[in-house]
Each structure stands twice: as C-alpha cells, then as structure tokens.
C-alpha cells in the first residue's frame, strides 16, 4: 500500500513538474535567483559587509548590510509567498 501511495505521489510530482508554465517557471526561480544575487554581491563587493571589518561602527550600522537583506528576501519570497502564487496559477490553470 505504502509502494503503491508512494508511486502515485512521485506520478503527480512529476506530472506537474512536466505541465508548468513559463510564468510559474520564473515565479519559481525569482527566490533562488535572488538568493545567488545577494551571494554574488556579497563576494563581489565585500566591503559592503561591514561586519567583515567592523572597526567604529556601531550595531545599527552593523546589522544593516545590503547583500543580506537580499538574501533575506528572496529566502522570504522563495518560501513564503511563491507557493501561495504558484498555487493560483495552477488553479487558474485547471479552469
């Protein structure tokens, strides 16, 4: 029973991996792809990271960092609000 529950699972999985649309293709890429923005900018620009050489700032200043931020947002959308989005235009779609 579990094989077979299994397998039905792994068949729908894999039928709506196949049937996306291009919109819902970029709706799910946007988090990862801001996440490797952030990560990218970060290793570009290292000295916008101010904790790396925190020497006269102070903790506001510290916390603030911009390449972070980045990474924050797209972990929050990537988590958060796309499967919400993707989830009506899959509805939409089975109309």
């Known amino acids: 029973m579990n094989a ?6 792994e068949r729908r999985r894999a039928s709506r991996a196949r ?3 291009g919109r819902a293709r970029i709706i799910g ?7 490797l923005a952030g990560l990218v900018w970060a290793f570009v620009q290292p000295y916008r990271l101010t904790f790396l050489h925190p020497h006269d700032q102070g903790f506001w200043w510290l ?14 959308f990537w988590r958060v609000i796309a499967p919400g989005l993707l989830e009506d235009l899959e509805a939409e779609a089975g109309k």
């Open 4 to 9: 077979e529950l299994a397998h039905e699972l």
């Open 19 to 21: 049937t996306r649309s």
């Open 29 to 35: 890429g946007l988090g990862p792809l801001t996440v």
């Open 63 to 76: 916390l603030s960092e911009p390449p972070i931020y980045v990474v924050l947002v797209g972990i929050l």
